[in-house]
C-alpha cells in the first residue's frame, strides 16, 4: 500500500486522538516558568511511542555570551527542554521538527467567554490559552510519529523532535539546543500561523523603564513629583518613534503599511491611592525592520527616552533608566531553502489543493537560531485568532489537514525505504 496514502488515511481516522491530546496539553497552563508538567506529558508520550526522549536542563549562564541570547531575568531551573532523535535507516536528509510549549499568561479578568484553561469546544473552536499558540505545535508532531510508528514506516533521514520552554519571553531554550550541537538538515518549526510558511519576521526589543519621582502625601503632592504623569510623557514619545519608524518604511513591510508595533505591556506605580508614588516602571517593546540591527533599535528606544527626559525639568536632573529585558531579536528576511520550501508548499497542496502562501510576519519565532547555525528553517501551523489575546482559539477543521501535510513532508524530506 502506498505509504503516503495509508499515513493520510491514518490520520484522519485518529483526529479525535488528536484533539483529546491537545485539550490535555491546553489545560495545563504552561507560563514562562511552569512548563514542566506540559513537558512530562510530551516526554511520556515519546517515550511510550519508543523513542529515547529525555528532558535536557537549559544552562543560561553557558548562553550568555551566544549571539541570540536575550537576557530574561527568569530562571530556567525545573524547565527542561524535551528532545528525542530517531535515527533513519540511512541515505535520507535529516529534520528537526520543533514547537513551543510556553503559552503566555492570561490577564485576571480579561472577558474571556470560555475559561482559559479548559479547553472548551464550541462548534468548530477549540478554546483556550495556547489552544492556537502553540499547544497545537506539538500535538501535531505527536500525532505524526504515532502514524508513522503504528505504520511501520521507515524514514531514511534522522528525525529530532523538539519540544522547547521560553520561546515567548527570551527564545533561549532553543538557542541551547543550537549551542549543544543539535542538527539537522532542515527544521520545521509547528507554531500557528495560519497553514502558510513563514519564512521572514521583524527584530524585536523588550525594555524595561523606570522612572524617578519624589514621594510625598497625596493631599500635599506640591511636596513630592508624580512619577506617573512623567511615564506618560515617556510613552507619548515612543508612540512618536513608532510613529516615525513607519513613516520610513514607505514601503511597508509583510503587506502592511504600518508595521511597527510599539506597546506597554505593564506598568506599575506606588502602594496607596492617597500618596504620591516614589517611581513608575513600564515594559514594553517595538518591533522594528529586518533590515535594522537590533543595536540601532535598542538606541533609537533610548534616544527616545532621553530626549523626551530632558524637555521636563524633573526628568533633566533625575533621568529615567532603561533596562533591555526580555526578548532581544533582530529580524530576518528568508531563513529556508528553496528545497525546503518547493516540498513543503507541494505537501500542502496536495492536501489542501491550493498553493501555499509564502509570507513574513511582524512578531518573532524560534527559527532565528536555527537560521543562525546553519540549519534552514521554515514555520507552518495551523488556523486559529487571538494569540496572546481573549479568545484565543484554533480552528478544529484545519488540524487534520495541517498534520497530514506535515507528515507528507516529514515521508517527503526524509525518504522512506519502503
Ligand atoms: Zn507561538
Redesign the pocket.
Known amino acids: 500500500m502506498d505509504v503516503e496514502r495509508a499515513v493520510v488515511d491514518w490520520l484522519a481516522n485518529h483526529q479525535a486522538q488528536m484533539v483529546v491530546l491537545l485539550r490535555k496539553l491546553i489545560r495545563q497552563p504552561s507560563i514562562p516558568g511552569q512548563e514542566s508538567s506540559a513537558q512530562q506529558i510530551v516526554l511520556d508520550h515519546l517515550l511510550d511511542l519508543g523513542l529515547g526522549a529525555r528532558a535536557e536542563e537549559i544552562n543560561v549562564a553557558g548562553l550568555t555570551a551566544l549571539p541570540g541570547y536575550s537576557e530574561t531575568g527568569c530562571s530556567y531551573a525545573g524547565r527542561p527542554n524535551v528532545v528525542a532523535r530517531q535515527l533513519g535507516e540511512g541515505g535520507g536528509r535529516s529534520l528537526i521538527l520543533s514547537s ?1 510549549i510556553d503559552v503566555v499568561p492570561v490577564e485576571a479578568g480579561s472577558g474571556w467567554t470560555h475559561e482559559p484553561w479548559a479547553a472548551e469546544i464550541d462548534g468548530n473552536r477549540l478554546y483556550g490559552r495556547g489552544a492556537w ?2 499547544k497545537p ?1 506539538i500535538a501535531l508532531i505527536l500525532i505524526v510519529l504515532r502514524a508513522l510508528r503504528e505504520l511501520d514506516v521507515r524514514l531514511c533521514g534522522d528525525l529530532e523532535v523538539q519540544s522547547v520552554p521560553d ?2 519571553g527570551g527564545g533561549n531554550a532553543t538557542l541551547a539546543l543550537c549551542a549543544a550541537g543539535h542538527r539537522a538538515d532542515t527544521a520545521l518549526f509547528v ?2 500561523v495560519r497553514c502558510a510558511a513563514v519564512t521572514g519576521f521583524m527584530g524585536q526589543t523588550w525594555f524595561r523603564v523606570c522612572v524617578p519621582g519624589l514621594s510625598s502625601g497625596g493631599v500635599s503632592p506640591d511636596r513630592g513629583v508624580n512619577p506617573v504623569p512623567l511615564a506618560s510623557k515617556l510613552i507619548e514619545a515612543l508612540y512618536d518613534l513608532e510613529d516615525e519608524m513607519n513613516d520610513a518604511l514607505k514601503a511597508g513591510y509583510g503587506g502592511q503599511q504600518r508595521p511597527v508595533r510599539f506597546n506597554v505591556g505593564r506598568i506599575q506605580a506606588g502602594a496607596w491611592s492617597n500618596s504620591v508614588p516614589s517611581c513608575c516602571v513600564f515594559d514594553g517593546q517595538i518591533n522594528f525592520p529586518p533590515s535594522k540591527t537590533l543595536d540601532w533599535a535598542q538606541r533609537r528606544v533610548r534616544e527616545a527616552i532621553a530626549d523626551a527626559a530632558v524637555r521636563d525639568r524633573w526628568l533633566r536632573s533625575h533621568p529615567p533608566t532603561i533596562h533591555f529585558v526580555g526578548v532581544q531579536t533582530s529580524g530576518c528576511h528568508d531563513t529556508s531553502s528553496p528545497e525546503l520550501l518547493h516540498l513543503l508548499g507541494t505537501a500542502h497542496r496536495d492536501v489542501w489543493h491550493q498553493e501555499m502562501e509564502v509570507r513574513q510576519i511582524l512578531g518573532f ?1 524560534d527559527t532565528r537560531h536555527y537560521l543562525a547555525y546553519g540549519i534552514p528553517s521554515v514555520c507552518y501551523g495551523p488556523m486559529g485568532a487571538n ?1 496572546h489575546g481573549v479568545d484565543e482559539y484554533l480552528d478544529l477543521e484545519t488540524l487534520l489537514p495541517t498534520a497530514q501535510a506535515i507528515a507528507l513532508f516529514v515521508l517527503r524530506w526524509c525518504g522512506t525505504d519502503s
Open positions: 513551543h499558540d502553540d505545535g520561546e515567548e507554531d500557528g519565532i494569540a
